[in-house]
């Protein structure tokens, strides 16, 4: 019996019509969630009476069996279910015969679709924020080693300010901090257990759903039966969050991309992570970098395109939230697969730290400390501003740094520069001299990596 119902039915499924409402071909990863809610199910029906003992025992030690089989490669799921709800209590019947045929009272595929999903993201979430850990790992060791590295920082893709890149990677690191937790929240609200909604209205029988959620390492049960089973929203906040740490990730990608072009040269990927061309010998490119930046939008588009499915939706459920699943297991998959991939890519990059310190020193990045050197010197910082600006507009057309000018070519756009001037514009002095919380200078951002190395510590 592949087929969990029939009797109202006087005509076999048209086999187009099966090929197309089955979903064992993407479901079936759920197995095993799905026996897991099972025999809870089962061993709650046992203690609340509504099936004996020996059936409650016939039913667990077959969903065991085929658990195991399942595991150990014995039994293969086939493609003559409708779906891994169809398989599971299919296969059970031939082990335990009428045991078998009591496991789904008081139960409906729709809250136990709902659980299987909620037990399965609820898994997913974990290894997630585990990896995004790993990430995070190896973004503090780079900021370690990296607090003396200089570089320019940006504005519109121009140079700006010097910074370091402990601190440029610090960013990424506030980013990534704000996914772990993100994933974090929604896993709270995906952490409720909606077995025991029935269909829709609940059911007759009476079950214990707080010791079900219990069992099954949820916080509680959900509230509102017809809710419980037609609620996607911890699958959308998944996703949500899983495509806003994509887009953090394109964006890091992004940069690594320009970074590593000939033009910038401020880093270099390891050959391991590097792919060649076919044609032009001489090129090794940043697939991984490129990949990851175009597989963002394939998880927005699994987010799209859950949202779009639910927009309409009726209570209570509807097959369209069969749909949800492809989605949520590829953003799942997706992201899983980018984020540990990234981790290496990171770890095995070579800086160039000198091509980023000659970057930092030309572009006029000190451009705002010479204005704030003037301001010590009593000039209001407008007026500052305006001599900086002619003064930066003479060294591009004499092709030199501020740095570059004698003292007396500086004193003739202001007549407030001194000898200590040059200390003050250094490129160490420019970082260094940012020492407000969250800046790049030495003692701030010894302070910011210390924090972040206690609060990775407190994850565990
Ligand atoms: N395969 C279905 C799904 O993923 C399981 C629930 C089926 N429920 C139903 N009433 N047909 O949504």
């Known amino acids: 019996m592949a087929q969990l119902w029939g009797g109202r039915f006087t005509k076999q499924t048209d086999e187009a019509v099966k090929a197309f409402n089955d979903s064992i071909g993407f479901d079936r990863r759920l197995y095993r969630q799905d026996i897991q809610g099972s025999m809870v199910h089962a061993r709650m029906l046992g203690k609340q009476e509504i099936i004996s003992k020996e059936d409650c025992a016939a039913i667990t030690e077959g969903l065991q069996g085929i658990l195991d089989d399942l595991e150990s490669g014995t039994l293969e799921i086939t493609a003559d279910y409708e779906d891994i709800h169809s398989f599971v209590e299919a296969n059970?019947?031939?082990?335990?015969?009428?045991?078998?045929?009591?496991?789904?009272?008081?139960?409906?595929?729709?809250?136990?679709?709902?659980?299987?999903?909620?037990?399965?993201?609820?898994?997913?979430?974990?290894?997630?924020?585990?990896?995004?850990?790993?990430?995070?790992?190896?973004?503090?060791?780079?900021?370690?080693?990296?607090?003396?590295?200089?570089?320019?920082?940006?504005?519109?893709?121009?140079?700006?300010?010097?910074?370091?890149?402990?601190?440029?990677?610090?960013?990424?690191?506030?980013?990534?901090?704000?996914?772990?937790?993100?994933i974090g929240d929604c896993r709270t609200r995906m952490n409720e257990c909606p077995l025991g909604a029935g269909a829709l209205a609940g059911t007759t029988y009476p079950l214990d759903r707080p010791w079900v959620a219990a069992e099954l390492g949820f916080a509680c049960a959900t509230r509102n039966s017809m809710d419980s089973v037609s609620d996607r929203d911890y699958l959308l906040e998944l996703l949500?969050?899983?495509?806003?740490?994509?887009m953090h990730l394109s964006r890091f990608s992004e940069e690594l991309i320009i970074w590593n072009s000939n033009e910038y040269r401020f880093v270099e990927m390891d050959d391991a992570f590097s792919t060649g061309s076919s044609i032009m010998p001489q090129k090794k490119n940043p697939d991984i970098c490129e990949l990851v930046r175009g597989k963002t939008g394939r998880v927005y588009g699994d987010l799209m395109s859950l949202l779009t499915t639910m927009k309409g939706l009726p209570l209570a459920y509807n097959k369209d939230m069969q749909e949800d699943k492809e989605p949520a297991f590829d953003a799942i998959d997706t992201a899983s697969a980018c984020v540990p991939l990234f981790a290496e890519m990171l770890r095995t990059i070579r800086f160039n730290k000198d091509v980023m310190e000659k970057s930092a020193m030309r572009g006029f990045t000190n451009a705002t400390d010479a204005a704030d050197y003037l301001v010590g010197k009593g000039v209001p910082f407008r007026d500052a501003h305006?001599?900086?600006?002619?003064?930066?507009?003479?060294?591009?057309?004499?092709?030199?740094?501020?740095e570059e000018l004698s003292l007396e070519e500086l004193r003739e756009f202001s007549g407030f520069f001194e000898e200590d001037v040059y200390e003050a514009i250094s490129l160490?002095?420019?970082?260094?001299?940012?020492?407000?919380?969250?800046?790049?200078g030495d003692t701030a951002m010894r302070e910011a990596i210390s924090q972040e190395r206690a609060w990775l510590k407190a994850q565990g």
């Not at 949500?240 to 994509?246: D, E, H, K």
């Open 92 to 182: 059970l019947i031939d082990r335990a015969g009428d045991a078998g045929k009591r496991l789904h009272t008081g139960r409906s595929r729709n809250d136990q679709v709902a659980l299987d999903m909620r037990l399965y993201t609820r898994d997913a979430a974990d290894s997630l924020r585990e990896q995004i850990l790993r990430l995070l790992e190896v973004l503090l060791d780079l900021m370690e080693k990296n607090t003396e590295t200089f570089m320019p920082g940006f504005t519109h893709l121009q140079k700006a300010q010097p910074v370091t890149l402990a601190h440029y990677l610090g960013a990424y690191f506030e980013m990534l901090r704000r996914d772990y937790q993100r």
């Open 240 to 246: 949500s969050a899983l495509s806003i740490l994509m």
């Open 386 to 402: 305006g001599m900086i600006g002619r003064l930066v507009l003479h060294c591009i057309d004499r092709g030199v740094g501020i």
């Open 428 to 440: 160490r002095a420019c970082v260094n001299r940012r020492q407000t919380a969250g800046a790049p």
